[in-house]
């Protein structure tokens, strides 16, 4: 991958990568490998990109399609990987922003479903219910519902109501 | 006031230290550990099924009062074992305080070279193999009966006219030349095949890493 294709087109979107990244890995270690393996791909990939929708999401819809086979990778071969399963609590190694309310949020985002995870991470970055609907590959007269349903998922994580 | 999600998100994300991206360094390396880890492995555990197997085959045919065949089994499968168990010491000596690329480069000269040598070495194996098993059946136990000469003298009593060679009829060694031929010379490729059944998934996946890899260096 050359500096010019990172620097120029993954970079500047490193932050919609990061975000998807920390909600699909509990440690720092797997967070770089889930964000090393993206980048790869988005690079082998770049020549599939058809300029129908933005490249910030055909970012998101391949960043997110990564994580998901890494994350059924690991439930595969859950040896290669530094965390296997969520903590109980945050730990030190899971906490991965100075924000301490985010991190709680991150804790909580991972227990949510796989899909979920990904639904609520593109609607927090206000992505439109069809955007979402096309990145997921669902209808989106469905998204509305089950985001109301995640939010009420999380606060109730949040508020210590379920482990 | 509780926080919304939304908020805790957007503030989050305010702080620069939120989203830092880590340093794309060593891309392949934990990969390429694990390919190689997974060959070794396999390596390894396939020549120990292959000991155990011989041992297997020898006792059966003792079993079953084919003891040539089992014999002979035993002598080329162990021959195999220690052929590839000094091919492994090649693979002990991989450098690996190189880089990456480095590295795979090594494991894939070395695997190139442990796959020519077993394919010469299935050349004689296969033909070995089909020797004595024909052996087992032709002999029988030791001492006993011929169950191959009382088949020769059954058949020279039905067809006198049948000509001979080394105590066997002609047509029957042509036979048996014509497929030890043939076994000479797929050998290697029976070998390959064999190969690609039990290792072909990780021989790929090696295959891919290096053509990216070799990719990447071209772009850098």
């Given at each position: 991958?050359?500096?010019?294709?990172?620097?120029?087109?993954?970079?500047?979107?490193?932050?919609i990568?990061i975000k998807i990244c920390r909600a699909y890995t509990n440690t720092q270690?797997d967070f770089?490998?889930y964000?090393?393996?993206?980048?790869?791909?988005?690079?082998?990939?770049?020549?599939?990109?058809?300029?129908?929708?933005?490249?910030?999401?055909?970012?998101?819809?391949?960043s997110l399609?990564?994580c998901l086979?890494l994350l059924k990778?690991r439930k595969?071969?859950?040896?290669?990987f530094a965390s296997d399963y969520l903590p109980a609590e945050i730990t030190e190694d899971s906490k991965a922003f100075a924000n301490e309310s985010l991190d709680q949020l991150y804790y909580a985002i991972r227990q949510l479903s796989e899909v979920d995870r990904g639904v609520i991470l593109l609607y927090l970055e206000e992505q439109?219910y069809?955007?979402i609907?096309?990145?997921i590959?669902t209808?989106?007269?469905n998204i509305g519902v089950r985001i109301k349903r995640i939010k009420e998922r999380l606060k109730k994580i949040l508020d210590g109501k379920v482990n | 006031m509780e926080k919304s999600i939304e908020t805790i998100w957007k503030e989050g994300f305010l702080q620069?230290?939120a989203l830092?991206?880590?340093?794309?360094?060593?891309?392949?390396?934990?990969?390429?550990?694990?390919?190689?880890?997974?060959?070794?492995?396999?390596?390894?555990?396939?020549?120990?099924?292959?000991?155990?197997?011989?041992?297997?085959?020898?006792?059966?045919?003792?079993?079953?009062?084919?003891?040539?065949?089992?014999?002979?089994?035993?002598?080329?499968?162990?021959?195999?074992?220690?052929?590839?168990?000094?091919?492994?010491?090649?693979?002990?000596?991989?450098?690996?305080?190189?880089?990456?690329?480095?590295?795979?480069?090594?494991?894939?000269?070395?695997?190139?070279?442990?796959?020519?040598?077993?394919?010469?070495?299935?050349?004689?194996?296969?033909?070995?193999?089909?020797?004595?098993?024909?052996?087992?059946?032709?002999?029988?136990?030791?001492?006993?009966?011929?169950?191959?000469?009382?088949?020769?003298?059954?058949?020279?009593?039905?067809?006198?006219?049948?000509?001979?060679?080394?105590?066997?009829?002609?047509?029957?060694?042509?036979?048996?030349?014509?497929?030890?031929?043939?076994?000479?010379?797929?050998?290697?490729?029976?070998?390959?095949?064999?190969?690609?059944?039990?290792?072909?998934?990780?021989?790929?996946?090696?295959?891919?890493?290096?053509?990216?890899?070799?990719?990447?260096?071209?772009?850098?």
């Open positions: 991958m050359s500096s010019d294709f990172y620097t120029s087109s993954i970079l500047p979107f490193a932050a990568i270690e770089e490998d964000y090393q393996e993206v980048s790869l791909q988005i690079w082998k990939s770049r020549d599939n990109f058809r300029q129908q929708s933005e490249w910030s999401t055909w970012v998101y819809r391949l399609n990564v086979t990778k595969n071969n859950p040896q290669h439109s069809q955007e609907a096309d990145i590959g209808n989106p007269n | 620069n230290d830092v991206a880590p340093k794309l360094n060593n891309l392949y390396t934990q990969k390429s550990e694990h390919i190689v880890d997974k060959f070794t492995r396999m390596f390894k555990i396939n020549l120990v099924a292959i000991v155990a197997g011989s041992f297997f085959f020898l006792g059966m045919s003792y079993y079953v009062e084919i003891p040539y065949m089992g014999l002979g089994m035993f002598i080329i499968l162990n021959t195999l074992v220690l052929v590839n168990r000094s091919l492994m010491k090649g693979l002990a000596k991989i450098d690996k305080n190189v880089n990456t690329f480095q590295y795979l480069k090594s494991f894939d000269n070395w695997m190139k070279e442990q796959i020519a040598t077993n394919e010469k070495f299935a050349r004689v194996l296969y033909p070995f193999v089909f020797l004595s098993g024909a052996a087992g059946f032709w002999f029988g136990s030791f001492g006993g009966d011929i169950p191959g000469a009382d088949f020769v003298n059954e058949l020279t009593f039905h067809f006198p006219e049948m000509i001979i060679v080394f105590g066997l009829p002609l047509y029957g060694l042509i036979g048996i030349l014509l497929v030890i031929g043939l076994l000479v010379y797929f050998g290697g490729r029976i070998y390959r095949w064999d190969f690609n059944i039990v290792y072909g998934r990780v021989l790929k996946k090696l295959e891919e890493i290096i053509a990216d890899m070799e990719d990447l260096r071209k772009e850098a």
